[in-house]
Nanobody
Framework: QVQLVESGGGLVQAGGSLRLSCAAS????????MGWFRQAPGKEREFVAD????????YYAEFVEGRFTGSRDNAKNTVYLQMNSLNPEDTAVYYC???????????????????WGQGTQVTVSS
């Protein structure tokens, strides 16, 4: 069992930045693959970033376009999502997710993650 708690969301103007955090508890954190997803009103949950199991191993959705950086600190059982150059289209609830069985071919699929946080709202004003 893995418990996830996100924080760091809020209201920011277009062009601004936010840093999301996701604190995990439970079994060995370094064995857990971590991902970030988001869901805007009326839309399906979509993949944002995969921060893998080891620090420095990241993969991003195309729409990120170099604006977001995912990272993890296994000593703190925490993953982060640094978001820069935000625009109103980034407005959504952001979720972190975890699973022990994620592989490269499965990492972008929300249905492949067993554990989810409660989400944190990110609102970008124009």
């Amino acid at each position: 069992q893995v418990q996830l708690v996100e924080s760091g969301g809020g209201l920011v103007q277009a062009g601004g930045s936010l840093r999301l955090s996701c604190a995990a508890s439970g079994r060995t954190f370094s064995s857990v693959a971590m991902g970030w997803f988001r869901q805007a009103p009326g839309k399906e949950r979509e993949f944002v970033a995969d921060v893998g199991r080891s620090a420095g191993i990241t993969y991003y959705a195309e729409f990120v376009e170099g604006r977001f950086t995912g990272s993890r600190d296994n000593a703190k059982n925490t993953v982060y999502l640094q978001m820069n150059s935000l625009n109103p289209e980034d407005t959504a609830v952001y979720y972190c997710a975890a699973d022990y069985s994620i592989t490269i071919t499965r990492r972008a699929g929300a249905k492949n993650y067993a554990y989810w946080g409660q989400g944190t709202q990110v609102t970008v004003s124009s």
